[in-house]
């Protein structure tokens, strides 16, 4: 078996949030651009502000020609309320109720709204 020291300290630590980094999905998902076109996207239990799917998809919607984009997790997750926005900075502008069981995101269309002739997460945000 190989060793894997991060792997490893993670598992002690307990700290096994791994996620799929934007690279590998750009890298993947270029295959299947003429798929997307008109179609609604559901990033199932995948926390919007941590998720590099959801990012991806939200800097490639117009590009896609996605219809929407919807992005879900459970609001007892250990990152809600503890996330940082698309910039590093901490995100206090977000007010779950912990009543709901349930975060959900719907995009609908990204426009260029700081003018800077593309559409990226800084128009998202």
């Known amino acids: 078996m190989a060793k894997n020291k991060n792997l490893n300290s ?5 700290k096994d ?3 799929t980094q934007i690279a590998d999905i750009e890298n993947e998902l270029r295959h299947y651009q003429k798929f997307f076109a008109g179609k609604t996207v559901l990033c ?12 991806y998809f939200t800097i490639y919607f ?3 020609g996605l219809k929407k984009l919807i992005a879900t997790c459970y609001a007892g997750s ?6 940082l926005d698309f910039f590093g900075t901490p995100n206090e502008n977000l007010n779950f109720d912990k009543k709901k069981s349930a975060i959900r995101f719907d ?3 990204v426009k260029d709204f700081n003018g800077d002739g593309a559409t990226d997460l800084a128009d998202v945000k």
């Open 44 to 55: 199932n239990c995948d926390a919007p502000y941590e998720s590099d799917f959801f990012k």
């Open 17 to 19: 949030e791994f996620y």
């Open 107 to 109: 995009v609908s269309e």
């Open 78 to 83: 250990p990152i809600v309320q503890t996330e």
């Open 62 to 64: 117009n590009q896609l």
């Open 10 to 14: 993670a598992a002690r630590a307990k």
